[in-house]
């Protein structure tokens, strides 16, 4: 049984409520090209997935769930106190783990969102997790949300690791349709432009289907697993945060990321 840290709180507008019941899911995996076992490494005395779980915990949006795909993970997860699904190591990607976590824990569909938070990103702000609900909660029809922040370091606009979002916020809003994903310096013109953040909400429905697609061939072309989602005619809308979280994805992150928490005295701030 998953345990919920959620109070029990309107999260929009009453004229706008949808009344969803997430479930916060965390995929991780030993085998990493850049930074091997980096779910165990210790970050201010935790390992890292545990730091991650933490801060799910901290969203305060309801339960969490390690998707695991070995069982050291499961095993240190379960030490901290949390919860975690032993699952098939030779899964393609995030998305097909935290499924089949999802299906496991909870067969009878109590949980109708479902959000993919990123192993890597011990010192997020359990705010921005909350952001990532706010496209399916102010619209129906979305069936997923994302996050995106401007970019204002001129070198990332031609970064091909650094993912652009094409999309645009009316005066004042928040959130906004994503219109397309790609590696390149993108919309043209003037104009902001805006960083994706690799962090999703799905509806459940959503979720399910998007597993059973098959890779596109733009997917396939840019390498970016969401834009299966939209050749395929699903819609993502993306909410706006202020910041680009640090992801730990080699030796050099994890080490200015201990030096964060050193400085902090301890976990991401709230």
């Known amino acids: 049984m998953m345990r919920s840290n ?26 990493s090209s850049r930074l091997p ?5 210790e970050i201010a005395g935790l390992p890292m997935i545990v730091q991650v779980w933490k801060r799910g915990m901290e969203a305060d949006i309801g339960p969490v769930l390690v998707a695991a795909a070995e069982a050291e993970i499961v095993e240190a997860v379960r030490d901290a106190g ?12 995030g998305s097909d783990r935290i499924f089949e976590a999802l299906c496991r824990a909870d067969p009878d569909g109590r949980h109708d969102s479902v959000v993919n938070l990123q192993g890597d990103l011990p010192a997020l702000d359990p705010a921005t997790i909350r952001a990532a609900l706010k496209p399916l909660e102010a619209d129906p029809s979305v069936d997923i949300g ?28 928040r959130t906004a349709r994503a219109l397309w994903f790609t590696r390149l310096r993108a919309p043209g013109g003037e104009g902001p432009h805006w960083h994706h953040i690799g962090l999703y909400a799905y509806r459940r429905a ?13 997917e396939k072309r840019e ?14 809308d993306a909410a706006r945060v202020d910041t680009i979280p640090l992801g730990v994805d080699t ?14 005295g301890g976990p991401a701030p709230k």
């Open 6 to 31: 959620a109070a029990s709180r309107p999260l929009v507008e009453p004229s706008r409520r949808t009344f969803m019941n997430p479930v916060v899911l965390i995929p991780a995996r030993m085998a």
């Open 37 to 41: 076992g980096k779910p165990l490494a």
């Open 82 to 93: 949390g919860e975690a699904v032993l699952t098939d190591p030779g899964h393609p990607s």
């Open 146 to 173: 994302t996050l995106v922040a401007e970019i204002h370091d001129p070198a990332e606009l031609d970064d091909p690791n650094a993912v652009k979002v094409v999309t645009a916020f009316a005066d004042g809003a």
């Open 206 to 218: 959503a979720l399910e289907r998007f597993v059973k697609l098959p890779p596109s061939p733009l």
């Open 223 to 236: 390498k970016l697993e969401q834009l299966r989602a939209l050749e395929h005619g699903m819609r993502i």
């Open 251 to 264: 030796p050099e992150d994890l080490e200015k990321t201990r030096r964060l928490f050193a400085e902090r």
